[in-house]
């Protein structure tokens, strides 16, 4: 009988951590209490933050990944950069740019489309966290197969 060493068990389990990661299994939707969602942000941006609160006083349980430069997440993560904004979150195996209304980020999980993520680029007036009125409508863009294109419009 083969003996496993305390470093191969270390190894085989950060491989089922690595592989559940890709798999999306820790950014799948839970029951009643609300997704999961990893939050990538700058410790020092009170919008972020208060996207963060937003999706917290809407049900999702949120985890904050604070961090001096998100721009390796976005770039790993493979979100264009005209569709950056501020903060990048996951959600369900999928990619959130920005400060995404929470109307799309549920039509997002519920229809499941063949996309890495949506993005609301900039940081809007009156969007999710962001302060003052609405100026303009919404244009979530969905990335990841192709050009992006219009995901929804509020």
């Given at each position: 009988m083969k003996t496993i060493s305390r470093r191969g068990m270390i190894a085989g389990g950060i491989g089922l951590v690595a592989a559940a990661g890709v798999a999306g299994l820790w950014w799948t939707p839970d029951d009643a209490r609300g997704a999961r969602v990893i939050v990538f942000k700058s410790p020092l941006c009170g919008c972020c933050g208060g996207y963060v609160e937003h999706l917290r006083a809407n049900g999702f349980r949120v985890n904050v990944k604070s961090m001096d430069d998100v721009t390796p997440v976005k770039e790993r993560l493979g979100v264009p950069d005209d569709l950056w904004s501020c903060h990048t979150s996951l959600v369900g195996g999928y990619v959130v740019e920005g400060h995404v209304p929470l109307v799309a980020v549920r039509r997002l999980l519920a229809e499941k489309p063949a996309v890495k993520g949506i993005a609301l680029p900039g940081m809007p007036d009156g969007s999710p966290g962001?302060?003052?009125?609405?100026?303009?409508?919404?244009?979530?863009?969905?990335f990841g197969a192709g050009a992006p294109k219009v995901f929804m419009r509020l």
């Open positions: 962001m302060p003052g009125p609405k100026s303009e409508p919404f244009v979530i863009q969905a």
